[in-house]
């Protein structure tokens, strides 16, 4: 079936971008720690780090602040991390992890950090999926400044309250957190068939296929049935069910224009 492929991803949170301390709460205070550092590009960023391979049974949260999901149903999230190779760890213990989890918490209003740790450990998280790295580091990389940097993106959805927390719980990772990006899709405005449609949120689900209506350009109109563009869960547009046409009078020109009334033949 054929597709649009332009689509718009519409960032709702980017932590490359903060110029202060981001200040999530972390909890217990010895696991999650946030620090200034460098991305690949030595570009200055604010990350969270945490390391206790030698400690076994860590169950360390970092909680973001609220995030507005600005009225998307379903939200994406590009996690850009780094994580140390256990086998590279001397003597270390058989807890240390690779990995690490996301979840997130869904509520209508920002939540007062008085509320303390023993209401966040009990929150009702979701959980969206374990994360794995594609690479690790080891001792030799970390001397040498060579960054293996992983990108992961996941997605979740319906989300139906105003916005959402995320959750990362680490359990025996030595890892950092160089950033975080939270994104949803939208079908770009375009016009097609002489209809224009406009710029249309993506759905709950990644299948979710959002009908919109097409409005005919000036001079045109519709013909037979109305016309309508699906927006897919990728924020890109399916092929049109329906067409404008222009106006007695009027011709097309350059496939969605019509222009001038025709001249009448000279008798």
């Known amino acids: 079936m054929h597709r649009y492929v ?35 590009n030595l570009n200055t960023i604010r990350t969270y780090q945490v390391c206790n391979v030698f400690e076994p049974s860590q169950n360390n ?7 507005d999901r600005r009225g998307a149903q379903r939200v994406y999230v590009e996690m850009r991390f780094t994580v140390r190779d256990c086998s590279s760890i001397p003597s270390v213990p058989g807890s ?32 969206v999926d374990t994360i794995a790295a594609d690479e690790s580091f080891s001792q030799v990389d970390f001397g040498g400044r060579l960054m293996k940097v992983n990108t992961e993106v ?14 990362f719980q680490d359990y025996g990772a030595c890892m950092s957190l160089l950033s975080v ?8 405005s375009v ?3 002489f209809a224009i449609f406009p710029e249309t949120m993506t759905g709950a689900e990644s299948t979710s296929l959002v009908i919109a209506r097409g409005t005919c350009i000036a001079n045109s109109e519709e013909v037979d049935v109305p016309i309508k563009l699906y927006c897919n869960g990728d924020g890109e547009w399916m092929v049109p069910i329906g067409s404008c046409t222009c106006k007695a009078g009027f011709e097309p020109d350059n496939g969605n224009v019509c222009r001038g009334e025709i001249s009448s033949p000279q008798s």
């Open 6 to 40: 332009i689509n718009i991803s519409w960032t709702v949170m980017d932590t490359r971008t903060a110029t202060a301390e981001l200040g999530w709460i972390a909890y217990p205070a010895s696991g999650w720690e946030e620090v200034s550092g460098y991305d690949e």
């Open 96 to 127: 240390c992890k690779e990995t690490f989890n996301l979840y997130y918490y869904e509520t209508d209003s920002v939540i007062a950090t008085t509320k303390g740790t023993s209401f966040w450990m009990e929150a009702p998280y979701l959980k």
């Open 181 to 188: 990006r939270v994104f949803h899709k939208k079908c770009p």
């Open 154 to 167: 996941r997605s979740f959805g319906p989300l139906s309250r105003n916005g959402f927390y995320l959750a």
């Open 191 to 193: 016009v097609q068939n």
């Open 61 to 67: 949260w970092l909680l973001t602040t609220f995030i």
